[in-house]
């Protein structure tokens, strides 16, 4: 795709930076086929080829308006497109530098604006979201149907094992995750125990600065990053063998942190080395020797859900179901797995109404095959899963962990 970068931001870092990823770009449009929002609304610029059309103009010189933001806004950032695509675009990074460009050119309106501010300054903050969480599950009985079901039940951690191993790994505790669903970390703790691997977790950590991010609050996400960086050093000077990020939105963001640091001259070396040892689960114990479970242990018939960041943002498609295969889960088929199920971080909140969309598609595909219980490998996912279903919807790691015990 050729460009002519208006002086404005052709010789700033993320000018030049769109720039390439623009002049990768070559119009084929393959990535319109496996588009959520392209399939939903059948617009051009509701699709990956529309928006990047849009970001160029933009960053030729045209003046964004609201409804460029709007047609930014609708994108999931999945990155399934990056999957499809046969030049390889990297489209999510060119919609981040376009989103934070229109929200400076095009500021938002109070609602909208104080919207953001208050999911930025509540879900990233443990101590301020409980307490919210713990309002809703007191108050989820006098709720109407459709707001009952969005209020995630209480869960309880479980034991984390205290033995110590010569291997070991550290884990990223987060946010949203350590308070709705506090079992997945003690769940990977206990099925790392088995195995001989101690994991640790850095007290001083927390969010992964991915909310901030995709709210175009680039400084505040960036500021979670070093100090995430600043809590996992010390660790990482003990040598530790990785850092398991057991939620994949947070996991594909921590693997960034080495691109997005790259310009920071105190952190771009360290933040390197941190995406370097970002782990998903499954990439450890895909080469571990876990034992064939005897399948009246099992719980039937298993759906799993790939979240998008597992396998659009982290390349990692399949390999939950090699592992879940391997020691004896039975798998259902799910079709059009590589489609989001309309979580995507903050989105079920700001677009509500597509995401529901998406929702009530990925249900139907997932429940198609009659499983027990629906799997999945990121906090989003599950809740929002959670949310369309009565069936019960769990973290992968947990009925593994449940299979072994």
Same mark, same amino acid.
């Given at each position: 795709?050729?460009?002519?970068?208006?002086?404005?931001?052709?010789?700033?870092?993320?000018?030049?930076?769109?720039?390439?990823?623009?002049?990768?770009?070559?119009?084929?449009?393959?990535?319109?086929?496996?588009?959520?929002?392209?399939?939903?609304?059948?617009?051009?610029?509701?699709?990956?080829?529309?928006?990047?059309?849009?970001?160029?103009?933009?960053?030729?010189?045209?003046?964004?308006?609201?409804?460029?933001?709007?047609? @930014?806004?609708?994108?999931?950032?999945?990155?399934?497109?990056?999957?499809?695509?046969?030049?390889?675009?990297?489209?999510?990074?060119?919609?981040?530098?376009?989103?934070?460009?229109?929200?400076?050119?095009?500021?938002?309106?109070?609602?909208?604006?104080?919207?953001?501010?208050? @999911?930025?300054?509540?879900?990233?903050?443990?101590?301020? +979201?409980?307490?919210?969480?713990?309002?809703?599950?007191?108050?989820?009985?006098?709720?109407?149907?459709?707001?009952?079901?969005?209020?995630?039940?209480?869960?309880?951690?479980?034991?984390?094992?205290?033995?110590?191993?010569?291997?070991?790994?550290?884990?990223?505790?987060?946010?949203?995750?350590?308070?709705?669903?506090?079992?997945?970390?003690?769940?990977?703790?206990?099925?790392?125990?088995?195995?001989?691997?101690?994991?640790?977790?850095?007290?001083?950590?927390?969010?992964?600065?991915?909310?901030?991010?995709?709210?175009?609050?680039?400084?505040?996400?960036?500021?979670?990053?070093?100090?995430?960086?600043?809590?996992?050093?010390?660790?990482?000077?003990?040598?530790?063998?990785?850092?398991?990020?057991?939620?994949?939105?947070?996991?594909?963001?921590?693997?960034?942190?080495?691109?997005?640091?790259?310009?920071?001259?105190?952190?771009?070396?360290?933040?390197?080395?941190?995406?370097?040892?970002?782990?998903?689960?499954?990439?450890?114990?895909?080469?571990?020797?876990?034992?064939?479970?005897?399948?009246?242990?099992?719980?039937?018939?298993?759906? +799993?859900?790939?979240?998008?960041?597992?396998?659009?943002?982290?390349?990692?498609?399949?390999?939950?179901?090699?592992?879940?295969?391997?020691?004896? +889960?039975?798998?259902?088929?799910?079709?059009?797995?590589?489609?989001?199920?309309?979580?995507?971080?903050?989105?079920?909140?700001?677009?509500?109404?597509?995401?529901?969309?998406?929702?009530?598609?990925?249900?139907?595909?997932?429940?198609?095959?009659?499983?027990?219980?629906?799997?999945?490998?990121?906090?989003?996912?599950?809740?929002?899963?959670?949310?369309?279903?009565?069936?019960?919807?769990?973290?992968?790691?947990?009925?593994?962990?449940?299979?072994?015990?």
């Amino acid at each position: 795709m050729q460009t002519q970068l208006s002086d404005r931001y052709r010789n700033t870092p993320e000018g030049q930076e769109a720039d390439a990823i623009l002049r990768s770009c070559v119009h084929c449009g393959f990535c319109t086929a496996t588009c959520p929002t392209y399939q939903l609304l059948g617009d051009e610029l509701d699709g990956p080829r529309g928006r990047i059309y849009l970001i160029k103009q933009v960053l030729e010189g045209e003046a964004p308006t609201e409804l460029t933001r709007l047609h @930014l806004d609708r994108c999931l950032t999945c990155r399934a497109c990056e999957t499809t695509c046969p030049s390889g675009v990297r489209y999510g990074r060119l919609v981040d530098i376009g989103r934070d460009i229109v929200e400076r050119e095009v500021p938002r309106g109070r609602l909208e604006s104080a919207q953001r501010y208050l @999911l930025r300054k509540s879900i990233p903050y443990p101590r301020r +979201f409980a307490p919210l969480l713990r309002l809703g599950q007191w108050l989820a009985p006098l709720l109407p149907a459709a707001l009952k079901r969005k209020v995630p039940a209480s869960q309880q951690a479980g034991r984390w094992p205290t033995r110590g191993h010569a291997r070991r790994m550290l884990v990223l505790r987060g946010c949203a995750q350590r308070v709705a669903t506090p079992n997945t970390n003690a769940a990977t703790a206990r099925v790392l125990d088995r195995l001989g691997i101690q994991l640790l977790e850095a007290s001083a950590d927390g969010c992964c600065g991915a909310l901030s991010h995709h709210l175009s609050a680039q400084q505040e996400a960036h500021a979670y990053m070093r100090r995430n960086i600043d809590a996992w050093w010390p660790y990482i000077d003990q040598g530790i063998e990785a850092i398991l990020v057991t939620a994949s939105g947070c996991g594909v963001m921590v693997k960034d942190y080495g691109e997005l640091l790259k310009h920071d001259p105190a952190y771009a070396t360290k933040a390197k080395r941190v995406s370097e040892l970002s782990k998903d689960p499954a990439e450890v114990l895909i080469n571990e020797p876990l034992p064939r479970l005897n399948a009246a242990r099992l719980p039937g018939a298993v759906a +799993f859900h790939s979240p998008c960041t597992l396998q659009h943002g982290q390349q990692l498609n399949g390999v939950v179901e090699s592992i879940l295969g391997r020691v004896g +889960f039975q798998l259902t088929t799910v079709a059009d797995a590589h489609l989001c199920c309309g979580s995507a971080g903050t989105y079920s909140i700001l677009q509500a109404a597509l995401s529901r969309r998406l929702l009530d598609n990925k249900i139907q595909a997932l429940q198609h095959g009659g499983p027990g219980v629906i799997a999945t490998a990121n906090v989003g996912c599950q809740l929002q899963l959670a949310s369309g279903t009565d069936i019960p919807v769990r973290h992968w790691i947990e009925l593994l962990d449940d299979a072994l015990e």
